[in-house]
């Protein structure tokens, strides 16, 4: 060994015994006593952890339930829809003042009162709607108001009967006259 | 009579079983409850707080010790540990005194004299050894406590003796960098 590697040694020694004198703490007389509290405070500390795990869970499982087992309300129809539902023909008019205008931008939209909450985009309707052309919508809508309005009796339509069987007369004297179909001339060579 | 069990002969197993695990571990505790507290001090540099550190990790340990009985098992898992729970603690703490505009302060109250001096050249240990990469300093941290040598640091580490060898002399060699 040289002398370098000597004194090397000796300052690697001197250092190890200094941090040893620094780490040289010794566990408390209470040390294991408090070791067997905590292990003893455990079954408690455990329960409440599955306690918290519970409530969450509950929480989870009430959340998830009010959401299936909320009705949806049915879907309104897209403005934007050149026809409309059958839905919207049947329930009364919205008031003017309500009425969408031909760009689908409700009336009051600039108002900050009273805005209709915002449905999420996803809510599927409760029954699929029926559109219809915008022809016939009219003129259903115009059947319907001439019904109100006293202007067309439909009566006759709802008392007319159909017969279950049409009693059609046999047929003895069908004759049909044989098809004479003529070559196409210069076609064929 | 065939199939029948005797209860009470299966309960006396069980209490049996459950004494000797007992037993086991108030051996392990006795003697690695050292190695624990100095390892949590190492990182912490206060000793309530280090044994605070070390009994959680036996707290942990006593709750897998179904997969710790091995005592070589057991050691390395508890320095493991506790040495992640005391650098989880000095965060937290850091980041509370940081909260309360105080600093961290490893240097040791002035006395008189030679005290003052050797309090003086601890600190400056202490620092050297905080400045040191992780790596390093687990190594340096176990090859002086309890008297470990290299196979047992390899041990508890998990790593050949040479990794830790290698490592030990880069320790040292910036420690000395840095105190002189």
Known sequence: MTPEEFGERQADAALDREIQMLFAVEPSPQFRAGVRVRIANEPAAAERRHLWWLGAAAMTAALTASVIFTPSRPARQNPTLTGRSIVDLVLPEPSTSRRLPSDGVPADAASPFRRAPARPRHTRPAEPEILLAPDETRALRALIAGVDAGRIDLTPVSQATTPDVMELEPIHNLVIAPIAIAPVEGVFP | ?180
Do not use: C
Not at chain 2, 44 to 73: I, S
Not at chain 2, 124 to 144: F, Q, S, Y
Not at chain 2, 150 to 175: C, Y
């Open chain 2, 1 to 180: 009579m065939h199939g029948h069990v005797d209860v009470d002969r299966l309960a006396g197993t069980f209490v049996d079983e459950k004494a000797v695990r007992e037993r086991e571990f108030e051996i392990r505790l006795a003697e690695s409850s050292t190695l624990a507290v100095r390892v949590a001090y190492a990182v912490l540099h206060h000793r309530q707080d280090a044994e605070d550190v070390a009994q959680e990790a036996f707290a942990r340990a006593y709750r897998r010790f179904g997969q710790l009985r091995d005592r070589e098992r057991f050691r390395a898992w508890l320095v493991r540990m506790t040495w992640r729970l005391a650098i989880d603690r000095r965060r937290s703490e850091r980041r509370r005194l940081a909260r309360e505009g105080a600093h961290l302060s490893s240097a040791a109250p002035a006395s008189a004299g030679e005290e003052a001096e050797a309090n003086e050249r601890a600190a400056r240990l202490w620092r050297a050894i905080e400045a040191l990469p992780e790596k390093l300093r687990v190594v340096i941290v176990l090859a002086n406590i309890q008297e470990h040598d290299l196979a047992d640091v390899a041990r508890l580490l998990d790593v050949p003796t040479g990794t830790v060898k290698s490592r030990l002399f880069l320790a040292r060699q910036r420690l000395k960098e840095l105190l002189q």
